[in-house]
């Protein structure tokens, strides 16, 4: 998966519970300038924070993970 898939699995998630981007970002401690970044793929961000993103919007990293390896580049 590409840095922008990963994103807007986040985005799709994060509407899906009808959440804004500050709300995300106050869920995960950041500011709400990165989130528009993590989402378009265009801002770097650590796997901690992929994961504690993926944790609190309910993403499966495991199920990304299997779509990722169905479907090789």
């Not at 959440?19 to 709400?32: C, E, G, P, R, V």
């Amino acid at each position: 998966m590409t840095k922008a898939e990963i994103g807007a699995k986040i985005k799709e998630q994060r509407e899906a519970k009808g959440w804004s981007q500050k709300q995300l970002a106050d869920a995960i401690d950041t500011h709400t300038q990165r989130i528009p970044g993590i989402e378009s793929g265009k801002t770097n961000t650590t796997i901690d924070r992929l994961i504690l993103i993926c944790n609190v919007i309910g993403l499966s990293i495991e199920a990304n993970e299997q779509r990722a390896s169905a479907n090789p580049r």
